[in-house]
């Protein structure tokens, strides 16, 4: 009965590989959004989705795709792996107003 | 850019003191989140208060807004060492009709015995 999963939960693979992480909620919501955490613990929205419409975009290389096939799903593709793309990438849902419910995290190791 | 600022860094205390954390942040606000992410795990929501608030409390958690200052301060009374995580602020600032939540550097508490 997990609010938000997130798969795989550790990801190594070399660069220039495309690899693809995936998030599901059961919670209803109608926000889902990804966030990066760097080794420094810092925080950063990534992209923001309402709906399977995208409503936030942060400057983000544009190797990194979203994907929402629907509302309880939202997905982050990622091309041509850099050094620097290695961090913990969090989903989170939201009902549009209140607390976010994190998933557990995907630690992406690029080596 | 980044949000919001903590402080302190890091803090250590004995189980049962209490345990103070500030936040700052910049621009006008929606309402101010809090959360705890444990060592390796996700984050955690643990207190709202919106930006009509001043002070909020949920069971051991006291949180402070002052929104003429742009900070707030999160309180854990009589502390546990299961409390022992970094304790997140984060600015719920609208992007349009959006939530976008922008997070705070963090504070690390260690609660020893």
């Known amino acids: 009965d997990t609010a938000v999963s997130q798969t795989p939960k550790y990801l190594v693979t070399q660069m220039g590989n495309d690899k693809s992480i995936k998030c599901e909620q059961n919670?209803?919501?109608?926000?889902m959004y990804w966030y990066k955490q760097d080794s420094k613990k810092f925080l950063k929205i990534m992209f923001s989705?309402?709906?399977?419409?995208?409503?936030i975009n942060e400057t983000v290389p544009n190797r990194f795709s979203p994907k929402s096939p629907d509302k309880a799903h939202l997905n982050l593709h990622i091309n041509s792996l850099e050094l620097g793309d290695s961090a913990v990438y969090f989903c989170?849902?939201?009902?549009?107003?209140?607390?976010?419910?994190f998933g557990s995290g995907t630690r992406l190791t690029v080596v | 850019s980044q949000q919001g600022e903590e402080d302190p860094q890091a803090l250590s205390i004995q189980e049962g003191e209490n345990a103070t954390m500030n936040c700052s942040y910049k621009?006008?606000?929606?309402?101010l989140q809090w959360y705890r992410q444990n060592s390796g795990r996700g984050l955690v929501h643990l207190i709202l208060?919106?930006?009509?608030?001043r002070e909020k409390h949920s069971g051991r958690l006291r949180v402070t807004l002052d929104t003429s200052k742009k900070s707030s301060s999160l309180l854990i009374t009589a502390s546990r060492a299961a409390d022992t995580a970094s304790y997140f602020c984060?600015?719920?600032?609208?992007?349009?009709?959006?939530?976008?939540?922008?997070f705070g550097t963090g504070t690390r508490l260690q609660v020893t015995l």
């Open positions: 989170a849902s939201s009902p549009g107003s209140g607390g976010y419910t």
């Open positions: 208060i919106r930006s009509n608030e």
């Open positions: 989705y309402n709906n399977k419409e995208l409503i």
């Open positions: 919670l209803g919501h109608d926000t």
């Open positions: 621009t006008s606000i929606n309402n």
């Open positions: 984060a600015t719920d600032a609208r992007a349009g009709t959006a939530s976008k939540l922008t």
